[in-house]
């Protein structure tokens, strides 16, 4: 079916025996079929109108070069003349006047009515619209069935919608960019030369898809068409974005278990996620203002690296599991591939190999400490765990509880005679155990005679009874004053 409606399927159509006596091009499209005979109909025309005329206004007068002057301005398709006898044909002062205004004359024989024309066009528009309509339902039901069939999904969408157009889509979101199929080179396509229509999720716009052309080239087919796909478009993406909070929401549960030492659980969830938990494991830690964004990213930086991973948002961090092919991964590669896949504003951290999900406590672990040491040194933007300070590393393995209990056994008798005497006791202490016991070096840190600094540290022996002198005395302040500033950096204190 032809997609309009020309001049030369009226003359063609044998029913309605019509004769072109000017021919000014029978490929032009008819948009409406109207009978007047008024002598400046132009008013009620809009253009691309076959006119059916029998004359009448000439016997009222009406000059032939003004009837057919308005007909031109008005950007008329052709002139229908009806003749009104058998042996009647179109005057020559018409025919001579559609000759010079180059506009088609058709002459309608006194056996075929005007209506019966008008009828053929209402039929022909009929035809169109239902093969408009059938094409329209095909060309969705090809967008249904893109969904489960491959590529499926945004891919699938973007295929079809593409073949309909017969120009390059996808989709941008995040940064990134979802092609029809995969591994597609970057087109090149200016960004004048492209045309962007959002896609809604809920009531934010939550990426765009992009078509290879500009506004203008886009006819109301072509819109229709993207209209069509758009509201696929835009369930896909939604039923995307909850099967991926529910594999989220799983994986978590998965770090919680292997961090709070559940193993047969996190063994069973592990293989569930298709990841040997007897083989190599590596966690992996990343921080960021934009964890839920992130996570992806991160899956796939881990999966081209070669393994299998899962990625869970745990404690506002991205957290991974990785299960790398080889036995002995380079971790510093890791490490710097996930951190250029995800860009500047990111700490990564890598902990290391753990033979079996039973050595994976301690890689989350030394990867969520890496992660920290990786944010507060901005550069490179990871950190691999052998550069994580051990004593760090056996503070965050122990039970919290635990430590807050040694905690302030330890140093509460300091703290509290501090707020109540105003005093600087356990300044002074940290300042003394962080310096490797260093009398001078202290108390010239402190602005005070050490004799000062020694009264000081003799008075929180007897609040603790600890003898500062011995070795066993000074680990213990040291990890209690270390675990101190941790659960102050972890709960956003000063």
């Known amino acids: 079916m032809k997609r309009e409606i020309t001049l030369r399927d009226f003359v063609e159509d044998r029913s309605l025996s019509l004769e072109v006596i000017v021919d000014g091009g029978l490929e032009r499209p008819v948009r409406w079929v109207h009978v007047t005979e008024l002598l400046d109909p132009s008013p009620y025309l809009q253009g691309g109108e076959l006119i059916l005329s029998a004359g009448v206004w000439r016997e009222r007068g009406g000059r032939v070069k003004e009837f057919v002057g308005a007909l031109q301005r008005s950007g008329v398709v052709a002139l229908g003349w009806g003749l009104l006898a058998e042996d009647a044909r179109v005057p020559d002062e018409v025919v001579m006047a559609c000759r010079k205004a180059r506009l088609p004359l058709i002459s309608v024989p006194t056996k075929t009515p005007f209506i019966a024309i008008e009828r053929r066009f209402f039929e022909y528009l009929q035809r169109r619209r239902e093969a408009e309509l059938r094409r329209s339902l095909a060309y969705n039901e090809r967008l249904i069935r893109s969904i489960s069939s491959l590529p499926g999904g945004v891919r699938g969408v973007l295929k079809v919608l593409g073949e309909e157009l017969g120009s390059r889509v996808w989709l941008e979101r995040n940064g990134e960019e979802t092609r029809s199929e995969r591994n597609t080179p970057d087109n090149g396509v200016p960004r004048e030369e492209t045309t962007r229509f959002p896609v809604i999720s809920g009531e934010r716009p939550v990426a765009r898809l992009v078509v290879a052309s500009s506004p203008r080239k886009l006819g109301p087919r072509q819109r229709a068409a993207i209209g069509q796909a758009i509201p696929l478009l835009e369930f896909v993406l939604a039923h995307e974005q909850e099967l991926r909070q529910a594999e989220r929401r799983l994986a978590a549960e998965l770090v919680e278990g292997v961090l709070t030492g559940r193993t047969r659980f996190a063994a069973g969830r592990l293989r569930a996620y298709g990841l040997d938990p007897e083989g190599t494991l590596v966690g992996l830690v990343v921080r960021s203002g934009t964890p839920e964004d992130d996570a992806g990213r991160i899956q796939r930086a881990l999966t081209a690296l070669g393994g299998e991973a899962v990625v869970a948002v745990w404690k506002g961090d991205a957290t991974a599991i990785f299960q790398p092919t080889r036995e002995k991964p380079d971790l510093v590669e890791v490490g710097r591939e996930v951190a250029l896949a995800l860009g500047s504003g990111r700490a990564v951290g890598v902990g290391s190999p753990a033979g079996g999900v039973d050595g994976l406590r301690r890689s989350l672990i030394q990867a969520r400490q890496a992660a920290e040491l990786a944010r507060r040194e901005p550069g490179k933007g990871y950190v691999v765990h052998d550069r994580v300070e051990s004593q760090a590393l056996l503070l965050a393995l122990q039970d919290q509880d635990v430590l807050a209990a040694f905690r302030n056994t330890l140093l509460g008798p300091i703290m509290e ?43 929180c022996e007897e609040l603790t009874g600890r003898d500062l002198s011995t070795m066993e005395s000074r680990v213990d302040f040291y990890l209690a004053l270390r675990s101190r500033a941790q659960a102050k950096t972890s709960s956003g204190g000063v």
Not at 418 to 438: H, K, M, N, Q, V
Not at 445 to 459: D, E, K, M
Request: aromatic share 10%.
């Open 417 to 459: 005679y501090d707020a109540r005497r105003d005093t600087r006791l356990l300044e002074t202490l940290e300042a003394f155990i962080f310096s490797g016991g260093r009398w001078e070096e202290t108390a010239r840190r402190l602005h005070i005679h050490v004799n000062t600094l020694r009264h000081r540290l003799s008075r």
